[in-house]
């Protein structure tokens, strides 16, 4: 099979709040990506920033909107519903670098070939600017400090299956790793009603597809944020 001629249409829906430089990285990384450039909606909702950030997404993407409103989580949920592609990623961390130029590809990927996955995601590695702390705690694949790793599961914790360029989670309650960044697939957040939840809470969306039944996820880690 091709995949070539079936990519599908990916929405990424990024918030911005008065960090310009982020912003353009976040950006560069994305336009940069070797995906179909009409399968690829960028989504920027800006939170009233008082720099030019929202300038800078101009430049992008002519689906920006400005919500000064100061409500992240209605901010979000309000955003995520203004995507229009049949898979969303979303953006919580506005300086947020894909990696790879593959990226895109690399994470949906297992949705196209297993579609009982719910979503997918990747391994989170420090930027070199970012403070000591975050690089510190980058040794973990989803960046837990040793508190969170106490408490929560790893994704080797969840890991159920292996294919040759990703793993399959099983998450369940009270065993779901502190995951955020993810490629959704759009109907799942629609039939499971967390498309019209009034506030987006990032990983509590998450939680509310595990208890709605959504157990599977792909585990992608060469993919790289």
């Known amino acids: 099979m091709k995949l070539a001629h079936i990519w599908p249409k990916i929405s990424v829906v990024i918030f911005t709040y008065n960090d310009p430089s982020g912003v353009k990285r976040a950006l560069d990384s994305l336009v940069r990506q070797d995906y179909p450039q009409d399968k690829l909606e960028i989504v920027v909702i800006d939170n009233g920033s008082k720099d030019n950030s929202a300038a800078v997404a101009r430049k992008y993407t002519r689906n920006l909107s400005v919500d000064p409103s100061r409500d992240g989580p209605a901010m979000r949920a309000r955003g995520i519903r203004k995507a229009t592609g049949e898979y969303i990623y979303i953006v919580y961390e506005q300086d947020m670098e894909m990696i790879s130029r593959d990226f895109l590809k690399q994470l949906v990927r297992p949705l196209l070939e297993e579609e009982q996955l719910v979503a997918s995601f990747t391994r989170e590695y420090p930027h070199p600017k970012q403070p000591w702390v975050v690089r510190f705690v980058s040794y973990d694949s989803i960046q837990r400090d040793p508190l969170i790793q106490f408490l929560t599961p790893s994704i080797d914790d969840t890991i159920v299956e292996s294919r040759d360029t990703y793993k399959i989670c099983y998450f369940k309650k009270f065993k ?47 993919a790289g944020i």
Request: with cysteine; proline share 6%.
């Open 176 to 222: 779901i790793p502190p995951v955020t960044h993810m490629l959704f697939r759009k109907s799942f957040l629609q039939n499971s009603g967390t498309w019209m939840q009034e506030r987006d809470y990032d990983h509590d969306t998450i939680v509310k597809l595990v208890d709605f039944g959504c157990h599977l996820f792909a585990y992608v880690p060469a």
